[in-house]
């Protein structure tokens, strides 16, 4: 059923998705999320254009290494996930100049990492992986991983950060203004831009009504 909905990529995504997911229990990095950002390329890909069968194999295996939110190897798990799916890859029989575009991409595609992205495919990945991370859905993952971590939602006697450092790894909504709002800026097609904007809008008003209801 999963493997439908990456249709024309039906066997591909049979044959990447046992490898997809390393951590079956963070579901914010889940079958799901691959889902979602697999329909944000295609919206953005209708648009801008790029090889959709590149796309599907980076999508599909962009987060197939698993490196926890505060491991000191955050910024690596790009570059681990582009290497695991080159050798997923080859098992394949694809050839060495798509597997360099699909490790580009993935490599690419993480905030953390901070690799500019030079091809069409990587642009569009990274835009779609971020798009997930705004927004309503945006929200929610926040959330969720703050959970996974220990933190707390707000600070009740600061929640506003107004007197003092933010610090999302102790408080959940401090995230928002040390990451998520900061997205928006930065996505690289127009296609993506334009999405982005709606769902900044959306991020924002959940976190202003967030904070008018702890702190009116």
Known sequence: MTAALFSPF?????????LAIPDASDGAHDIAHITRVWSNACAISKIEGGDLAILAAATLLH?????????PDRAKASSFAAKAASVHLQTLGWSHDKIARVYHAIETHSFSANIAPETLEARILQDADRLDAIGL?????????AGRMGSALYDPGDPRAKNRALDDRAFAIDHFETKLLKLADDFQTPEGQRLASARHTELLGFRDTFLAQIAP
Not at 63 to 71: F, L, T
Not at 137 to 145: E, Q, T
Request: glycine share 4%; aromatic share 8%.
């Open 10 to 18: 039906d066997k591909l995504a049979m044959a990447l998705l046992p």
């Open 63 to 71: 987060d197939c290494i698993s490196v926890e939110k505060d491991s």
């Open 137 to 145: 859905i945006g929200a929610a993952r926040c959330f969720y991983v």
